[in-house]
């Protein structure tokens, strides 16, 4: 893949290491997904586009929800958290 963030020999602007690093790991994260799901013959492109999805559904799902029930989910997640311990 090739990286938009890399820095041209002539340009004399500085980098942004922050996003030189995001999309390092973003490349290597994105390459070994598509590589383990092309071993498993699944479609790379359902795969990626579940990917962009997974990615923003937790922050919609919780926009979606009442205070209340929001509440309801934590609570229940602190109790399953304390009983494993």
Do not use: C, H
């Amino acid at each position: 893949m090739y990286n938009v963030f890399m820095q041209k020999r002539s340009s004399k602007k500085p980098v942004d290491l922050n996003l030189l690093a995001k999309s390092l790991v973003d490349d290597a994260t994105t390459e070994k997904l598509l590589d383990k799901a092309a071993q498993d013959g699944k479609n790379l492109a359902a795969v990626y586009l579940g990917r962009l999805g997974g990615l923003k559904g937790g922050k919609a799902r919780a926009a979606k929800l009442s205070a209340a029930k929001r509440s309801e989910i934590a609570k229940k997640a602190a109790q399953s958290r304390w009983k494993k311990q």
